[in-house]
């Protein structure tokens, strides 16, 4: 396990930083252990701050948004999380096509609900996913037809070796629910993406996110998840394949398959991060030994795990 230089980086981030945090706290599954170190990240300036710092000492770290696409095993993680907040969102409706920026702390119904008053279509549908503008981004993430590569214009980044830049829609070489970056784990940090909007009157554009956030509430199951767990693959839905291998209501410790929609696990108040994983596994074995198909996750494990059956 990596021993982590604490003295430097206290003498580095002072009180900021926060030691032997609980990560069940700052995830939506209410699963995760302990991480050496956190500390939060309120702007990207404070974000290229951090990350130069913690390269320069070779410290291992993870960035979290709003801890929904992420399974955190129960040993917890031997490095640094930093916890992006940095949220601001500017939108100009000076500029036709209008365009929002956004920092990838800010949440995706926050950059929504702001757009569609000001009276910019065309983010109604994020609304209702559970995540932020960063992973959003790096993932691809869409609801209802439409996602993140339908809208980005472009993305200032930072990595090790380039420091800060900007990258194109094109660049991000994007896929369904992925980008080039996620799927060959390149190590690429958001700083914030500008989106291109459309025109709308503001009640009308609030009207419609209202209407596609009660048309995916009713879909979806209440209780502590990820949202959704795996991929769709193609022509066909997780859900459905989950739902016809028996997965409904299958329970593993104080986790299970939500009744509601087979994508979805819950978590009924005492479950781990291994139930989760056992769940994911017996999951992805039943279907492919029923159809055949290898089911993707659409989260991100932090950690170690272990199969057991």
């Known amino acids: ?182 799927r060959e784990r390149k190590p690429i940090i958001i700083l914030e993406a500008t989106f291109v909007g459309g025109h709308a009157d503001p009640q009308a554009s609030l009207d419609l996110l209202h209407d596609l956030t009660e048309k995916r509430k009713k879909t979806q199951p209440v209780g502590p998840s990820f949202g959704s767990t795996f991929k769709n693959p193609p022509g066909n839905f997780a859900g459905k394949l989950l739902a016809e291998a028996g997965m409904k209501g299958e329970t593993c410790g104080g986790a299970s398959f939500s009744k509601v929609h087979a994508n979805f696990i819950v978590n009924h108040g005492n479950a781990t991060a291994q139930d989760y994983y056992c769940l994911i596994r017996r999951g992805q074995k039943r279907v492919k030994e029923q159809f055949g198909v290898d089911l993707q996750l659409e989260i991100e494990l932090l950690g170690e795990f272990h199969d057991v059956e």
């Open 1 to 182: 396990m990596t021993k982590l230089p604490l003295q430097q980086l206290r003498e580095i981030f002072g009180e900021r930083l926060q030691e032997n945090v609980k990560l069940n706290n700052y995830t939506t599954t209410h699963v995760g252990g302990t991480v050496g170190g956190m500390m939060s990240i309120n702007s990207a300036s404070e974000m290229e701050f951090a990350l130069q710092n913690l390269w320069e000492l070779d410290v291992p770290y993870h960035i979290l948004g709003s801890g929904s696409n992420l399974l955190v095993s129960d040993s917890g993680f031997p490095g640094i999380i930093l916890h992006n907040r940095s949220h601001n969102v500017k939108i100009n409706t000076k500029v036709d096509p209008p365009l929002i920026t956004a920092e990838s702390g800010a949440t995706l119904g926050q950059v929504a609900q702001m757009a569609s008053r000001r009276g910019v279509s065309g983010f109604e549908w994020a609304n209702s996913i559970p995540g932020t503008v960063g992973g959003a981004v790096y993932g691809n993430a869409g609801a209802h037809g439409s996602d993140v590569a339908g809208k980005l214009q472009s993305v200032l980044v930072i990595t090790r070796e380039a420091g800060t830049h900007l990258l194109t829609n094109q660049d991000m070489g994007y896929e369904y629910r992925s980008s080039k970056y996620k």
